[in-house]
């Protein structure tokens, strides 16, 4: 429904409590999403962006229901993908002569998306709509996080408008930053960073600079998921240098998948080792086949090393080893040390393919790996908890 967040300035979006899984099943929502909306009137009207498909309907309805929609002067696509763009095709089915603004990436996009041939205004950096006595100016910002994305900005009222950037997935009626969960926003904050930006890290920093430079004040920060940031806006932008910056806090975390739990053995043995070589630092474990995988991108992302661990099995690892293995490899972490162990009966060959991943993955490999013959015993078990003292000792250095 429609909530004025300033004067003339409106959110118009969907706040989706039942999503659980996004992007296909990518990315989980633990928390739900909303897919924000927002409909700024001067003496022109503009709606910026709309909401995902399945809501298309819901969300011209209440357009017209509030008698906006024949009032929209222009539209802005922000960004191409669905969850922003989905309603468009019913909404310009009711205004088809309205032109839309986007990134010439987002012309072609859109065009892929939809097969129609809207008015189409392709917009540079810098450039500005007029509506009357505000302006609104668009910011190209490529690969935060596909080709096409925009931000804008709202003179006069000072907003921000960057879409998927600074946002979170999180479905809340309280729309703003300091009315909600600290803890919760923040960890879905983390969460969005490590799991879509992670690989951009150096065009986030670029492009924060760059906004800097403008020399624009911001008095609101309006994403397109989760929350407005109008307490101290600037502070999700401070996080978003600070995680750009191949960020690391003093954690390991040890992923592996066991088949008759002497991989799970040798984990926590490692961290046991860990743990007594260097009692300040966090060490977490997930079998990664029962855990959350973009939960533990999160504290790979959170992490200054990474042990993977999987028994051998086909001459091969578990597949749900060689699937986070594979979603790592696309994310690019930077700086980050690693480690790779394992049970195996005959061939072996599990610690071998871990440290060919995490190679590829870019992590750099702290030593050869621990590979144990059939089902630890106690002396085995001893050699990871050594294994995990060399670790802890050179992460220390
Ligand atoms: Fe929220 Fe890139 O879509």
Not at 44 to 55: A, E, G, Q
Request: glycine share 6%.
């Amino acid at each position: 429904m429609k909530r004025e967040i300033k004067k003339g300035v409106y959110w118009v979006g969907k706040v989706d409590w039942e999503i659980r899984e996004f992007h296909g099943a990518e990315y989980s929502t633990h928390r739900g999403t909303s897919y924000n909306s927002y409909l700024v009137k001067d003496k022109k009207t503009v709606l910026i962006d709309t909401v995902w498909s399945p809501f298309d309907h819901e969300f011209v309805e209440n357009l017209k229901n509030s008698g906006d929609l024949q009032k929209i002067d222009y539209v802005v696509a922000n960004h191409a993908e669905v969850d922003h763009s989905g309603s468009l095709a019913e909404l310009m089915d009711h205004i088809p002569d309205v032109p839309v603004y986007c990134t010439s990436n987002g012309v072609k996009s859109l065009k892929g998306h939809f097969h129609q041939d809207w008015n189409f205004v392709p917009v540079k950096t810098g450039e500005t709509l007029d509506l009357g006595t505000k302006k609104l100016m668009f910011i190209e910002a490529p690969m935060l996080h596909w080709p096409d994305s925009m931000f804008c900005y709202l003179t006069e009222d000072n907003i921000l408008f960057p879409n998927d950037a600074f946002g979170q997935h999180i479905a809340t009626e309280l729309l703003y930053n300091d009315l909600v969960d600290q803890a919760e926003l923040y960890q879905e904050c983390i969460k969005y960073f490590a799991n879509i930006l992670t690989p951009f890290s150096r065009l986030v920093e670029k492009k924060i600079n760059e906004f800097v430079d403008l020399n624009l004040p911001v008095d609101m920060i309006c994403p397109s998921h989760g929350v407005i940031w109008r307490e101290n806006p600037l502070q999700i932008v401070n996080k978003y240098m600070e995680w750009s910056r191949n960020y690391q806090e003093d954690q390991i975390s040890i992923v592996y998948d066991t088949m008759w739990n002497g991989t799970r053995k040798m984990a926590e043995s490692i961290a046991e080792g860990i743990e007594s070589q260097n009692r300040s630092v966090t060490v977490k474990l997930f079998n990664i086949s029962h855990t959350d995988k973009n939960d533990v991108v999160t504290e790979v992302f959170k992490s200054k090393a990474l042990l993977v661990g999987s028994p051998t099995i086909n001459q091969g690892v578990l597949s749900a080893v060689a699937g986070f293995l594979e979603e790592i490899r696309g994310l690019r972490f930077k700086e980050k040390k690693a480690a790779a162990f394992g049970t195996y009966g005959w061939s072996g060959e599990s610690v071998k393919m871990i440290n060919e991943g995490l190679e590829k993955a870019g992590f750099e490999l702290l030593n050869d790996g621990l590979k144990l013959l059939w089902n630890p015993d106690a002396e085995m078990l001893e050699e990871c908890v050594k294994f995990g003292n060399d670790i802890a000792s050179q992460l220390e250095l």
